[in-house]
Each structure stands twice: as C-alpha cells, then as structure tokens.
C-alpha cells in the first residue's frame, strides 16, 4: 500500500513539474511576444509613425496585464511607452493616468526616493509642461533633482540633467535669469565631468543659446550655437539628424535678424539631412519644412511658402493626433500666411480649428487662446462681420483683464 502511495506522489510530482514548466514556457514566450512588440514600437516611433505605434503599444499593455503581476516593472514600462506616445500625439488625458500608475508601481517597488522614480517623476512633469501647468511640473521636476542630488552628490553628471530640465520650464516661464543660473551649473558639471566636446556638453550649449535667443541677445547666441554646430559635426558627421537641429536653431537665429540668405541655405541644409535620414513624412521633416516657409513669408516670397506650410500641416495631420499642439502651430501659421495677404475667407476657418485645439489643450481663458481670438477678430472686421467680431474682442480682452 505504501508503495503504492510513494508512486502515486512521485506521478504526482512529475504531472505538477510539466505543468510548471509548461507555464514557464507559456510566460517565457509571452513575455517574448511582449518583447517583440516593444521593439516594433520603437521602430516605428523612430519612422514617426506615431498612430501605428501607438495601436502596437496598446496590445503591448494588454499583454503585459494579463502576462504579469499587476505591479510588475513591464507593466510600468508598457503603461509608460503607452503614455509617452499619448503625449507626443496631443493625448494628455490619457497620458495622464498611465503616467500616474506608472509612477505608482516604481514608487511601491523601489521607495518614493529611489532615482529609478525619477523617470517617472520627468515624464509627468512633461507632460504638465506641455500643457504649461507649469506648477504642477515645476513640483515633480524638484522632487527628482532632490533624490539625484541625496543620491549622487551635487555635481554627478545625473544631476545636470535634472537641471536643464529645470532650467527649460523656466524659460518657457520667461525666468530667464533663474534659467540662465541652472543652464550654467548644468554647463559646468558636464565640461568637469565628460570634457569640453562631449556630447552632453554640446546639449547644454544649445540650451543656454536657446534662452539668449528667446531674450534678444543674438551675439552671445549665436557664439554658442555655432560652438555646438561645431562639435555635433565633428562627433557624429555631417550628415546627421542632431546636426539638423542645430542647423535650423541657427538659422532661426539669422531669420530673426533679417539675415535670410545665411538662414536659407541652414534651412535647406537641414531639410535635406532629415529628408535623407527619415522618410519624407516624418514629423522631423515637417518641423524643417515649417521653418523654410516661415523664412520666405518673411519676405514676401508667398508663392514658395504656401506649399511648404502646407506640406508641413499635411504630415503633422498625418502622423500626430488631430488635436496635437504642432497641428495647431502649423494651422496658425498657414493662417497668419493668409491673413498678410488679406485672404481672410481662407484664414478664417483655420483660425477657428487653432481655437478649438487651445481651448481643449490650455483651457478658455488662456492668454494663447486670447490671440487667436484677436487674430479672429481682425478677420471677421474685415469680412464685414461686425456682431462676431464684437464678441470676440469681448471674450479676449476679458482674458487679458482677469490675467
């Protein structure tokens, strides 16, 4: 009988062993599959293929929650990538709570002060700076700078990264001397810690050009700009998108100085790079298109600019959510395009989807949303629609009143 028994177990045993190591497997090949779809997520966000990936990222979610524990790291991950493509896209509402869950689980799992929070801690902050709840970004941004500086010291390389992205809400808050203070010590940190051309350094020398350029003060902007031009070519080529970037800073840089023949060939410069890097509908290809068009409205050269903004608007349409912060900029500036030309009937109804895209994104009584109600007002005057145009200048000026 004994016998028997111990036979009994040790089937027993081998049955629930199988059956482990079947579920073992079953996971091992979803977490594959989880694995596979994250990397077909990040090829296509590399192809600006925003709305594809985005569809991809969902069934990435819907794997890992029914793959993983609830507060598993790839659950994190997976509500992260989720969210940073609602972001990207225009999607704040529901970045949002991913983020937050996201955040959740690595505060549950590591401590409310562990630097892996962090990540989380900067994307939300993100995401309340794009839509300039600069409060709420400016708390999450602090709290990370602390754990980095209680966790490595105040000069570790980590902590410069904290600090340019500090000093970037600052400057899309005007404070500028605050922002110039935090560019520098990110500055300083970055040159004693990796050498005057390391890649980091170059980053931080575009961002103090960046708030000289938004300040007026173009010699001390350009000096640093062509600085960091200097150093992404000798890095990375000619020939690569980041040196794109810098091209185009710079040539924004000379439009605002009227200097257009040195600005038109960066531009060009840098459309082909992105052309040649991405595919001709990129998001990249349009923010350089976009520049190149505002180049030639500058100077009156309408019959180059109009198909450049409209190509532009047309990728944006394309690969970002239809209510995307740079859909609205691309929509504003065909619509400026037209309005200098007094082609207010076309202006019009453009100005009104730019309306609808502030007031969801930045709320109605937002000082963005006055602007384009007092552009909306000149057209209406000029279209002879008084009683409209009456209602507009009210509602705008009692933004501007209550601000």
Not at 57 to 62: S, T
Not at 136 to 157: T, Y
Not at 372 to 385: F, I
Request: charged share 30%.
């Amino acid at each position: 009988m004994r016998k028997h028994f111990n036979i009994y177990l040790l089937r027993l045993k081998i049955i629930l062993l199988m059956l482990l190591s079947i579920f073992l497997i079953c996971t091992c090949a979803k977490e594959d599959s989880w694995m596979s779809l994250n990397y077909k997520v990040t090829k296509l966000c590399q192809q600006g293929r925003y709305p594809e990936a985005t569809e991809v990222a969902e069934e990435a979610l819907q794997l890992a929650a029914k793959t993983f524990r609830s507060d598993h790291p790839n659950v994190a991950a997976s509500l992260n990538n989720l969210a940073q493509l609602y972001r990207v896209q225009g999607r704040y509402a529901e970045a949002e709570p991913l983020y937050k869950q996201a955040l959740e689980i690595k505060e549950k799992a590591h401590g409310p002060d562990h630097p892996d929070v962090t990540t989380s801690l900067n994307n939300l902050a993100l995401l309340y700076h794009s839509q300039n709840k600069y409060g709420e970004a400016e708390a999450l941004s602090k709290r990370a700078l602390e754990i980095w500086e209680k966790a490595r010291g105040p000069d570790h390389p980590d902590v410069a990264k904290w600090l340019n992205n500090m000093a970037a809400l600052y400057r899309a808050q005007d404070r500028f001397s605050e922002a110039e203070a935090l560019y520098k010590r990110a500055l300083e940190i970055w040159e004693k810690a990796r050498g005057p051309d390391h890649l980091d350094v170059v980053k931080s020398l575009n961002n103090l050009a960046l708030l000289y350029h938004s300040q007026g003060k173009y010699a001390e902007a350009e000096a640093l700009y062509k600085q960091a031009l200097e150093i992404w070519e000798k890095a990375l080529g000619p020939d690569h998108p980041d040196v794109a970037k810098s091209l185009n800073n710079l040539a924004a840089l000379y439009r605002a100085q009227d200097r257009f023949s040195e600005a038109e060939a960066l531009s060009k410069r840098a459309l082909e790079i992105w052309e040649k890097a991405f595919r001709p509908d990129h998001p990249n290809v349009a923010k350089s298109l976009n520049n190149l068009a505002l180049l030639y409205h500058s100077q009156g050269k309408y019959a180059e600019a109009e198909p450049l903004y409209m190509r532009a608007l047309e990728i944006k349409e394309k690969s970002l959510w239809p209510e995307h912060p740079d859909v609205a900029k691309s929509l504003n500036n065909l619509a400026l395009f037209y309005h200098s030309q007094d082609k207010y009937a076309e202006a019009e109804p453009l100005y009104k989807r730019v309306l609808v895209i502030k007031e969801k994104a930045l709320g109605p009584d937002h000082p963005d949303v006055a602007t384009v109600l007092e552009n909306m007002v000149k057209c209406c005057r000029e279209m002879g629609k008084k009683d409209e145009a009456e209602s507009l200048e009210a509602r705008a000026k009692n933004i501007r009143a209550n601000r």
